[in-house]
């Protein structure tokens, strides 16, 4: 930062001389010898001296000497000067200093009506040098401003009685303090301008709001100092350099006399205080110029403001004012003296250059990270160029930059969506699922009820049951009736999401994400066809629950049938009463029995004549296990079974595939008879059924078959082909009721012991695991052919003898009513192996319901047949004692009714089934 040390540049300007000053002839103390020299109180011209008319050679003794000091300065402007003189030689060089950096000051000194407000304000026809001065300085900002930028702020201030006021807002007074900076006026605001027009017109107002007061010298005299002040920011463009600076223009009040002015009162205060400040200024000037280290700024506001103008880092500028006129003599003389005395200051000067804190290490840093950061955004831009070009190349549209906010709001749209699509579906499946198990429930009764209807023997039992089972239905009815309106209502539900889930798509689609929004969609698709899936298999899996407890319960009406057949079997035979129709209907039932044995697949040629007798069918199976024809949506999503059919609410059959479109099995005007047994009904249905079609043969089914007896000679083959089917784990069902009485079955020992050697004991054997064991493969209806020593019929291993158990034909009775309580149990080794089974057991149902239905019905037959016969034996033998040994087979088969019976109560029960009067 450049430094100088330079003196204080004083300029004396004389004013001529005024018109009062004229009116007294006053005499020239001020010869201006040349621009910086002038002489006070030169000599008067050479006027004669007379004595008595003769010219005298010597001086008027009366006369003072005068002084004729020759006095030098750097400027001296005699009284022809102009302000813009003045301002050319001394303020306009203090312009160029301020641009440069440098703080400078003018400051007008002088007497009352020397000139200094004239000098430094001016008039309208000749403006003071303050003016001049910020029409240059903005000058030279308007030529700078392109490499600088500028903030101008402007104060004017005046001290006043030791006051110092705001002129500008007309506030104050204000402290002055000191910091590092120099002397602070607290509280004083920059007033901030733009053009030099702002710059007068504030310089107008100030000089308006300042004291003044007349005095005998001067009618417009300024009673204190004025400090007008420019604080100038600069800021180079190119290099950031700022620089602060500050250009002074003082207006000293007057510097007469206190007795010069006459004034009396507060004008003689006003004088004091004016002086005191004055006589302060002048000890300043005194000891710098003469180089004191000490100088007594605080004596005076006006010092302790003019501190850095005086002496500090600061060029200034004093013009002093004077009066030519010999009557302000000692006013003018005390003036030049104290310029004399300025003229020795001297001030140090350096350019305010706003230093940077910035250490350098930090500054090479900064450099070295934007040099990284160039580099890196080459290499950017390079790898960017380079994609550009290979794009170019191969014609691929580059891709979109995905959108996270776009993206998110796409997602968030799908999400709420499926949702909305994901509810409507569990709630539609859950309902639908719902409606056809009561639909289903409801036809198992209706069999049951037939079944009710058909095995009675009094007929008192019967309606007692069936009406328990119509209520059972209505019930079921009332249950799908209620839920109709929330099927109805989530129907609607479903399908209106299904319809925003489609106009979705569209828009995705037709969006600039629609590739990845797309594969966002198929996933959202596949999570609600699992949803599907995973209800689907809840709703099997109830069904095939609800199918093994009924084939359970069948299984144990087939038991007790197939004892109580067999016993009137035997007990016919043994009457002779035996006809061909019966007989008939016996042996289809045996062969039923066997086709149920063991376990084959659906496929398997053995099944198609069973089928076709049968008439039995899955397809009604599929249609309780069919949930996708709750609604059309399954057109979006593959099926979730293959072959499945699906029902439209319209009723109209729409098929997954159009393989299945062709399928001439689905187009069948049967189907659409069956699919209505499983629409709400209204009223229940009193006509629902399985109705058997010979549809469904391309699903593989696995049905359950159980071993083959292998008794008897000729079943040794059949068991060898049993065996090898029965690889599969069996179920096996296990009839929890109580076992026969130990009587019967050791009477059966007994008989099989005593009467048919041919038979053997493992016949016997055989016959104590029928009873009380639920094993199907031993709840046999193995019936002779008519001829017990026929070792090569397939009814070789009959019983020969038997008779009509009542408490084996009362639970014949009560289980076809559904009054039996049956338990399901699967034996460990099976259960992990077996669930499956469980799902397939409906077929088995069917048969045995089928099956069941023929041994109720033959065995009623038979019991009424019977009946008739036996009361008429009885009528014939009634003088044989119930005891003896009687050879006759009336007799025989009466004795070993009666051995059967376990008490009185059985005993009359059974007799009044058989017609027996005591
Ligand atoms: N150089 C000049 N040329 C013509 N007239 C001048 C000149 N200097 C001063 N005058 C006139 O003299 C009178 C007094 O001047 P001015 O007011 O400037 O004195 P001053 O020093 O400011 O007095 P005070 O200290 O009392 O304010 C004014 O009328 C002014 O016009």
């Not at 009424?864 to 008429?872: D, I, P, T």
Request: a positive charge; aromatic letters at 4%.
């Amino acid at each position: 930062m450049a430094t100088d040390s330079r003196k204080i540049k004083v300029a004396v300007r004389v004013r001529p001389f005024n018109d009062q000053e004229k009116e007294k002839n006053p005499r020239n103390i001020i010869k201006v010898l040349d621009k910086s020299t002038l002489m006070f109180d030169p000599d008067e011209d050479e006027d004669e001296f007379f004595f008595h008319g003769v010219k005298q050679t010597h001086r008027d003794i009366t006369k003072r000497v005068k002084k004729k000091l020759t006095m030098e300065y750097d400027d001296v402007f005699d009284n022809t000067a102009t302000n813009a003189d003045i301002h050319e030689a001394c303020t306009k060089p203090l312009v160029q200093s301020v641009m440069n950096g440098y703080n400078c000051s003018v400051f007008v000194y002088g007497a009352t009506g020397a000139g200094k407000t004239h000098t430094m304000l001016g008039n309208e026809n000749c403006p003071g040098i303050t003016f001049l001065t910020m029409k240059e300085l903005f000058r030279e900002i308007d030529a700078l401003s392109d490499v600088r930028k500028f903030d101008i702020g402007i104060s004017y201030l005046e001290v006043y009685n030791e006051l110092v006021m705001n002129l500008l807002t007309k506030s104050g007074p204000l402290k002055l303090r000191e910091d590092a900076n120099g002397v602070v006026v607290s509280g004083l605001v920059l007033k901030q301008i733009h053009s030099a027009n702002e710059l007068l017109d504030l310089l107008a107002l100030g000089n308006r709001n300042r004291t003044q007061h007349p005095t005998d010298a001067n009618a417009e005299s300024s009673r204190s100092h004025a400090i007008f002040q420019v604080h100038i920011r600069m800021v180079e463009k190119k290099t950031g350099q700022k620089r602060t600076v500050k250009l002074s223009m003082i207006d000293l009040a007057g510097s007469e006399r206190a007795a010069s002015t006459k004034g009396l009162g507060a004008r003689f205060k006003e004088g004091a205080n004016i002086n005191k400040s004055l006589l302060a200024l002048g000890n300043c000037i005194n000891k710098l110029a003469d180089g004191l280290k000490h100088i007594p700024y605080r004596d005076s506001n006006l010092t302790r403001i003019l501190k850095d103008s005086l002496g500090g880092n600061c060029q200034t500028v004093m013009i002093a004012n004077i009066s030519p006129s010999s009557l302000t003599y000692d006013d003018t003389y005390n003036t030049l003296k104290y310029a004399s005395r300025a003229k020795k200051i001297r001030t140090t000067v350096r350019q305010n250059i706003v230093p940077s804190n910035v250490p350098k290490e930090f500054l090479v840093k900064k450099v070295n990270e934007q040099a990284e950061e160039i580099e890196r955004l080459k290499a950017k831009l390079a790898e960017l160029e380079e994609h550009r070009k290979l794009n170019t190349l191969t014609n691929a549209t580059p891709p979109a930059a995905l959108d996270e906010t776009l993206l998110n709001t796409w997602t968030s749209r799908i999400d709420s969506c499926y949702a909305s699509l994901l509810q409507a579906v569990q709630h539609n499946y859950a309902l639908k699922s719902k409606e056809k198990l009561l639909n289903m429930r409801v036809k198992l009764k209706e069999q049951a009820e037939q079944i009710a209807r058909i095995v009675t023997l009094d007929g008192s039992q019967s309606s007692e049951d069936i009406a328990k089972i119509e209520a059972s239905i209505d019930r079921c009815g009332k249950q799908l009736a209620s839920q109709e309106i929330d099927q109805n209502r989530w129907l609607e539900r479903l399908q209106q999401a299904q319809r925003n889930r489609n106009a979705l798509r569209h828009e995705v689609l037709q969006s600039e994400l629609s590739s990845v929004l797309k594969t966002y969609m198929t996933g959202k698709d596949a999570e609600i066809a699992a949803a599907k899936a995973t209800l689907w298999k809840d709703h099997v899996l109830q069904i095939a629950f609800t199918y093994s407890q009924e084939n359970r319960l069948w299984h144990n009406i087939m038991q007790l049938s197939g004892e109580v057949i067999q016993n009137n079997y035997l007990l016919l035979r043994h009457l002779d009463r035996l006809d061909n129709v019966v007989l008939d209907k016996l042996k289809r039932l045996v062969k039923l029995n066997q086709r149920q044995r063991g376990v084959t697949f659906f496929d398997d040629e053995c099944q198609q004549d069973l089928r076709s007798e049968t008439n039995i069918t899955d397809h009604s199976i599929d249609d309780i296990a069919n949930l996708s024809d709750c609604s059309d949506d399954a057109v979006d999503f593959p099926p979730v079974v293959a072959g499945v059919k699906r029902t439209k609410i319209n009723g109209e059959s729409e098929s997954e595939t159009d393989h299945e479109t062709s399928d001439p099995v689905s187009s069948k005007p049967s189907d659409a008879v069956e699919r209505n047994v499983f629409k709400k009904p209204k009223t229940v249905s009193r006509g629902l059924s399985f109705k058997a079609t010979s549809a469904a043969a391309t699903r593989p089914t696995i049905s359950r078959r159980t071993p083959t007896k292998t008794t008897g000679h000729g079943s040794v083959a059949k068991t060898a082909v049993a065996t090898q089917r029965l690889k599969a784990p069996r179920l096996v069902v296990t009839n929890m009721m109580p076992a026969p009485a130990p009587a019967v079955a050791s009477s059966s020992r007994k008989l099989g012991a005593t009467s048919h050697t041919e038979t053997g004991d493992d016949k016997s054997d055989t016959s104590d695991e029928q009873i009380g064991v639920g094993n199907i493969a031993n709840s046999t209806f193995d019936i002779g052919s008519g001829k017990d020593d026929d070792s090569e019929s397939l009814f070789s291993n009959v019983l020969v003898e038997s008779n009509v158990d009542p408490h084996v034909l009362d639970k014949v009775l009560r289980r076809a009513s559904m009054k039996g309580k049956m338990t399901l149990s699967v034996h460990k080794e099976n259960r992990k192996k077996s669930p499956k089974r469980i799902g397939k057991s409906p077929r088995s149902i069917n048969r045995s319901g089928s099956r069941a239905n023929a041994s109720a019905t033959s065995v009623i037959n038979r019991y009424r047949m019977m009946k008739g016969k036996e009361a008429a034996a009885v009528a014939s033998s009634s003088t044989v004692p119930s005891t003896s040994s009687s050879s006759s087979t009336m007799g025989k088969a009466t004795r070993f009714v009666n051995n059967n019976l376990e008490n009185d109560s059985d005993r009359n029960r059974h007799n009044r089934l058989m017609g027996i009067k005591k």
